[in-house]
């Protein structure tokens, strides 16, 4: 087995277990759910390969759910049942931490389950950041920035071809050790599976294999963008047409389900003057690694399109910005007006502090965004939405520090928790 690097939702899952009955981690395949709960699991059974449990299940439940709490569930989804049980067993016992769920796929509705509220409590888990696979010093913290300090920190020493072999390889746990070659096969197995197996297994409906790699290809050319269902359809135009939007909308959904794509939503705060928000949210892959997979791409294509780079890198900065800013209780959303200005990240916490983001893979560009983040904050109406906590630029590479006009300037290999 792989030694267990840690994780940013350790600390999270350990806080759940001592206030839950029960705590489900949803995350895409592979992003390290199994062992993440593993460590502090006491006992496990892994549902996805353990034909003798799923028999067991028909037979007598209660020796599924038998052994040292809290006991994993690995892949709870392909045995539904099990929901119920565990939360009548959460219920027998009265205490927390009695067991570990773990899914890849958000199960459809079911009347006869019950929601678990009051009992279990839910995590998400991603892809690794750049900090927790290595690749990142972690020397600018993300809570500092929202408490208002400011950055100071060494160039990480990241140069373009390391950021285009980072983004290939992606936050997989598994293939943080493999040769670059072997990791970019994998990430294009990865979708071919969701392809051919997974994306139908959602719904119990049958979904065109050729369709859904038109649809992910499509989906590879606009990451990080705000394109709409049409652009979409008529991107993933083969010999036979584009595809129907209704279709186009059931397959994201889908993907959705099985967690391979997340849309940042629009942020809407309290503005000064009358402009209208665009409210159209955007999409990114759960790890930019699938955008370069589905066009059967490496870093070399990133290199020669800088443009497109550029997109993917938002891509990354926005996954890091997610497992980040989670433990805060915080979450990312991008804004967009009418008069089209807009910004790439918006940090906003349960307690109302927010911050603004803007996404550079180039230190040339980094006055143009500072001008643009200073330009958004005197249009928020901070009587009502607040202050901003930060006004940031994240960049491939460069110093920490706060610039004369407030804005800081940061690159990603320093950011961390």
């Not at 603004?356 to 965004?369: D, N, P």
Request: hydrophobic share 45%; proline share 6%.
């Amino acid at each position: 087995m792989p030694q267990y690097r840690p994780r940013i939702l350790d600390g999270e899952l350990r806080e759940q277990l001592q206030a839950a009955g029960a705590v489900v981690i949803e995350g895409p395949k592979a992003c390290g759910k199994t062992m993440t709960a593993q460590q502090q699991a006491a006992s496990s059974v892994l549902l996805d390969i353990d034909v003798g449990a799923r028999q067991a299940l028909a037979v007598d439940p209660a020796l599924v759910l038998a052994g040292a709490r809290p006991r994993l569930l690995d892949e709870w989804q392909v045995a539904p049942a099990l929901w119920n049980l565990a939360r009548r067993a959460v219920d027998t016992s009265g205490q927390p931490g009695q067991f570990l769920l773990t899914g890849s796929a958000v199960p459809a509705d079911d009347a006869e389950r019950h929601t678990g509220a009051g009992r279990f409590a839910f995590l998400r888990q991603r892809p690794m950041t750049l900090y927790e696979a290595g690749r990142s010093t972690g020397a600018v913290s993300l809570r500092a920035l929202l408490a208002g300090e400011p950055p100071a920190a060494a160039d990480p020493g990241l140069t373009l071809q390391d950021l285009s072999e980072t983004l290939a390889i992606g936050g997989w746990p598994a293939l943080q050790e493999r040769p670059l070659k072997a990791a970019v096969r994998a990430s294009r197995d990865y979708l071919e599976q969701v392809r051919q197996v997974d994306i139908s297994r959602v719904g119990d409906r049958r979904r065109d294999p050729l369709r859904v790699a038109a649809l992910l290809r499509a989906l590879g050319r606009h990451s990080a963008t705000e394109a709409r269902l049409a652009t979409l359809a008529a991107d993933a135009a083969g010999a036979d047409g584009g595809l129907d939007e209704r279709t186009v909308a059931d397959y994201l959904q889908a993907l959705e389900r099985l967690m391979v794509i997340e849309s940042q939503p629009a942020w809407a705060p309290h503005l000064r003057s009358r402009a209208r928000l665009r409210r159209a949210p955007k999409r990114h892959f759960v790890d930019p690694s699938l955008a370069l997979a589905a066009l059967g791409a490496g870093p070399e294509r990133l290199l020669a399109d800088l443009e497109w780079f550029g997109l993917l890198f938002e891509s990354l900065v926005i996954r890091d910005l997610r497992v980040l800013s989670q433990p805060l209780d915080g979450e990312v959303f991008h804004y967009r007006d009418h008069y089209g200005l807009e910004v790439d990240a918006i940090v906003q916490l349960l307690d109302g502090r927010w911050g603004a983001f803007e996404i550079k893979l180039g230190e040339a560009q980094v006055e143009q965004a500072a001008s643009n983040l200073l330009r958004f904050a005197r249009s928020v109406d901070d009587q009502r939405s607040g202050a901003p906590a930060c006004l940031a630029v994240i960049c491939g590479k460069g110093y920490a520090y706060r610039r004369a006009d407030g804005v800081a300037v940061l690159p990603v290999g320093a950011l961390g928790p």
